[in-house]
C-alpha cells in the first residue's frame, strides 16, 4: 500500500471493502480531504444513480448510506452548502424515487435539499458542432460528487460514472441521446460537466441491468478524480476491454480523461476479505438476439429485455418467431415483425407504452406463441 497524499491525484483510484457503506465512504473522504478544496461558501452537488424508483437493496440505485457517509463527514467539516440532485430516467418520476430510495427522510434529517432536475428549466451549449441541452441547476455546481452504482446496461454494457451524467439533461435530450447513439453525446457532455471527486457505490449493483432485480454483492466502494480512469477500472472488474464500451474511449480522446490504467496507482486501503470476482452474465447478449433497435430509450428497451427473460424462464421464448422492433425512428413506418412502445404505433403488431411495462410485453408476447 503506497503512502496516503492529502489530494487523492487524478491517477489515484482508491478502493475500500466492508459492509458498512456509511462508515467505509467516510474512511475513503479521510484520505481524499475534498475540504481542502472547498469551502463554507462552496454549494457542493451530490449526483447519485436514481434511475428508478427501486431500493439500492435491487442493485439499481445508490445507496442512502452512502449519501449520508458524505453528507455527515461534509458537516463535520463546516460544508453545509450540499444539494442532492437527480433526473429518474423517462417514465419515472423523480419525486417518487427520491422517495422510494430513502433520499426523503436523507433531506429530512440533514436539511439537505433534493433538487428534481426533471423539473428544472435548461440551457443548450454547444460544443464539436454537437448541442446539449442541460439542466441550469446542474451548471450552478461548485463541487460536483458523482455517486454512481457500479452495474450494468442493457445498451451500453456498463453505467457508472460517465454516464451518470446524463441524469443533469432534461428529459427530452434524454431521448436525443439515443437518437445520436448514446455514446458520443455521452463523452461530450461530460466535457461540458466537470466531475470534482466520483464516488462509486460498489456495494450490491446489478450487473447485467441497469433497473436492478439481480443485485451482485460486491462490498466495496471506489473513489476517483478522473471519471473516464474510473469507468476504465469498473470496466476491468466487471471484464469488459474499453472497445467494449465506446463512450470511455471517446471520452478519454476529446480529453475528459486517461483510460490508462497501466500508468493508475489503484490504491486499497483494506483487504478483500472475499468479494466476489465481477461478472456480468451476457445474458443481455443473447436476448438481445431477438431485437432489432433504432435509437431505443433505456427504460423502453430495459423493459423489452426483463420480458424476454420473463419469457425465457417460463420456456417460451425459443418459440418466438418474429423479430421485436423498438426505438424511436421506428416511429411512422410499418414491418412484419411485432413493435414495442409507442413509436411503433404504425405496426400492425405492437405494445403500446412510453415505456411499454415488461408485464404488458410479457402478455402480448405469450399470445404469438
Request: charged residues 25%; proline residues 4%; aromatic residues 6%.
Amino acid at each position: 500500500m503506497k503512502e496516503m497524499m492529502h489530494v487523492i491525484g487524478k491517477n489515484e483510484i482508491y478502493v475500500i471493502y466492508g459492509d458498512n457503506p456509511k462508515q467505509m465512504v467516510k474512511e475513503l473522504l479521510e484520505v481524499i480531504k475534498p475540504e481542502e478544496e472547498t469551502d463554507k461558501n462552496t454549494l457542493i452537488g451530490i449526483k447519485p444513480n436514481l434511475v428508478v424508483a427501486k431500493p439500492s437493496g435491487s442493485g439499481a440505485t445508490t445507496s442512502p448510506e452512502i449519501v449520508a457517509g458524505v453528507i455527515e463527514y461534509l458537516k463535520s467539516k463546516g460544508r453545509d452548502k450540499i444539494v442532492i440532485m437527480e433526473s429518474s430516467w423517462v417514465g419515472e418520476r423523480t419525486s417518487e424515487a427520491f422517495k422510494v430510495c430513502g433520499y426523503e427522510n436523507l433531506s429530512k434529517k440533514y436539511n439537505v435539499p433534493l433538487i428534481d432536475l426533471q423539473k428544472d428549466t435548461y440551457k443548450a451549449y454547444e460544443i464539436n458542432g454537437l448541442r446539449i441541452n442541460i439542466c441550469d441547476y446542474a451548471t450552478k455546481i461548485d463541487y460536483l460528487i458523482n455517486i454512481p452504482v457500479l452495474k450494468g446496461h442493457c445498451q451500453t454494457n456498463m453505467t457508472c460514472a460517465l454516464k451518470n451524467m446524463k441524469g443533469c439533461i432534461p428529459n427530452s435530450e434524454k431521448r436525443k441521446f439515443h437518437t445520436l447513439g448514446l455514446h458520443k453525446p455521452i463523452a461530450y457532455l461530460n466535457k461540458l460537466i466537470k466531475q470534482n471527486l466520483i464516488i462509486v457505490d460498489g456495494m450490491n449493483g446489478d450487473l447485467n441491468f441497469e433497473e436492478g432485480g439481480n443485485p451482485v454483492q460486491m462490498n466495496r466502494i471506489i473513489a476517483g478524480r478522473d471519471p473516464v480512469l474510473t469507468d476504465a477500472y469498473a470496466a476491468h472488474l466487471m471484464g469488459f476491454s474499453i472497445e467494449e464500451i465506446p463512450y470511455v474511449g471517446m471520452a478519454e480522446r476529446i480529453g475528459v480523461g486517461t483510460a490508462d490504467l497501466l500508468n493508475a496507482d489503484i490504491v486499497e486501503l483494506n483487504k478483500d476479505n472475499g468479494s466476489r470476482k465481477l461478472a456480468p452474465s451476457r445474458k443481455v447478449q443473447q436476448l438481445s438476439r431477438h431485437i432489432v433497435e433504432d435509437s431505443a430509450c433505456s427504460a423502453c428497451y430495459g423493459s423489452l429485455i426483463y420480458a424476454l427473460e420473463r419469457l425465457d424462464e417460463k420456456g417460451l421464448l425459443g418459440k418466438l418467431n418474429e423479430k421485436l422492433y423498438i426505438g424511436q425512428n421506428f416511429k411512422n413506418k410499418r414491418h412484419d415483425g411485432v413493435g414495442i412502445g409507442s413509436c411503433t404505433s404504425g405496426f400492425d403488431k405492437w405494445v403500446k407504452g412510453c415505456p411499454p411495462k415488461a408485464r404488458d410485453i410479457v402478455e402480448y408476447l405469450e399470445s404469438l406463441v
